[in-house]
């Protein structure tokens, strides 16, 4: 008796990879981007004050925030003024024109801020902006 259809091959089951790779690069380029957008995430809350010629700084930045009562914190840890001094030495030791940037509260006493800004040109740091809120 002749069969109707011809008798096929069975192939054996493949796993196509190639959605797969793309849909990986997909999701590195993802995390990628999206790391890249992630900084100093410990930060206290500081109530800056208002400027409106302020411009925004680029690149990185080590910034330090001085609280109402004083207090120093450099990603959301409290340092003295020593801890300062060295932390911007250990900063600036790549490149010397590289940015500090400094948030103060409005309410923060006035020679606590000088102290701070002393302290950061002692240990090197020529390049120090004054963080502040838009009007």
């Known amino acids: 008796m002749k ?3 011809p008798d096929r091959k069975r192939e054996k089951p493949q ?3 190639t959605n797969l790779i793309d849909v990986i ?3 590195v ?3 990628m981007v999206t790391s890249s957008f992630a900084r100093d995430t410990k930060k206290l809350p500081v109530d800056l004050p208002r400027a409106s010629s302020g411009a925004l700084i680029e690149g990185e930045t080590l910034t330090f925030q001085v609280t109402r009562e004083g207090a120093i914190h450099l990603r959301g ?3 003295d003024h020593d801890t300062v001094g060295t932390r911007v030495r250990d900063y600036l030791a790549e ?3 590289r940015g500090i940037l ?5 309410e923060v006493d006035y020679g606590a801020v ?3 800004l002393d302290t950061i040109r002692t240990a090197g740091g020529s390049n120090i902006g004054l963080s502040t809120r838009g009007k």
Do not use: C, G
């Open 3 to 5: 069969k109707l259809l």
């Open 102 to 106: 400094l948030e103060a509260d409005q």
């Open 29 to 31: 380029f993802f995390f």
């Open 95 to 97: 490149d010397p024109n």
């Open 77 to 79: 840890e409290a340092v």
């Open 114 to 116: 000088v102290k701070v």
């Open 25 to 27: 690069l997909m999701l």
């Open 15 to 17: 796993i196509i990879v």
